[in-house]
């Protein structure tokens, strides 16, 4: 058995669900060298989010942002404002979500559905850089 540990750093993305399944394998060649194992992908940060979802269709993310939006809206009387008034929702969205994902390796690759993807959840107008810690645990082949 085995660890790796890396640290991903994505560039700024504008508000709205993000597809980064390629970024995250393309910078993660150790994935290829294990028979069976688990990844799991956390965010440094309060503001944005991590989901896995489906990775067809383009209204898809739209969707989910509209639906966080409603659920979490601007127009809210927040008290933490300091940081601009998408901020608190911000934080919402991303305690709605989640700060981690854990997926299984199988045979070098990510055990994700045929229609099933990871996102970067950007709650922010400008979120800037966000830096994602994986680990990887697992046998090599």
Known sequence: MSWFQQTIELPPYPRGFHLITREIASALPELGNLHVGIM??????????????????P????????????????????????????????????????CSLTIPIQSGRLCLGTWQGIYLAEHRNHGGRRRLVVTIHGEKK
Request: proline share 7%; net charge negative.
């Open 40 to 57: 799991h992908i956390f965010i440094q940060h309060t503001s944005a989010s991590l989901s896995i979802n489906e990775n067809a269709d």
């Open 59 to 98: 209204d898809v993310p739209l969707d989910l942002e509209s639906s966080l939006s409603a659920i979490a809206p601007e127009s809210f009387p927040h008290r933490h404002t300091c940081e601009g008034s998408d901020d608190m929702p911000a934080h919402v969205k991303s305690s709605l979500l989640g």
